[in-house]
């Protein structure tokens, strides 16, 4: 799966762990503070999906190989994409981080 994919996965399973876990805690009985509203939900939930990244990254990785030996590259597609298109091009496209040289 792309890594926009995984990373937006990551975050709305987060959330679904910790409303679960607030609603687990309410059911027996135990006031958390500060717990009362979703929006400490959402919060909480940017603790918890970097940690949810690692496991999540490692089965992204076979699931990867997996669709490479059946014929689909996802990591050559993302090289050739045009992220706010949504297309791909003939050309690998140059990453942020890659400096480009300015003439003069």
Known sequence: MRKQTLSGLCFLLAIAVVYALRELA????LLLPGAASFTSVF???FIVAPLLMIPAA????HLL?????RGRDIEAEERHEI????????RPVRS????????R
């Open 83 to 90: 992220v706010g298109a949504d297309i791909i091009s003939l």
């Open 58 to 61: 490692k089965l992204n990785q």
């Open 43 to 45: 919060i909480t939930s």
């Open 26 to 29: 309410r059911a027996r009985g």
């Open 65 to 69: 190989a997996w669709r490479k030996a």
């Open 96 to 103: 942020e981080d890659e400096e480009t040289p300015q003439r």
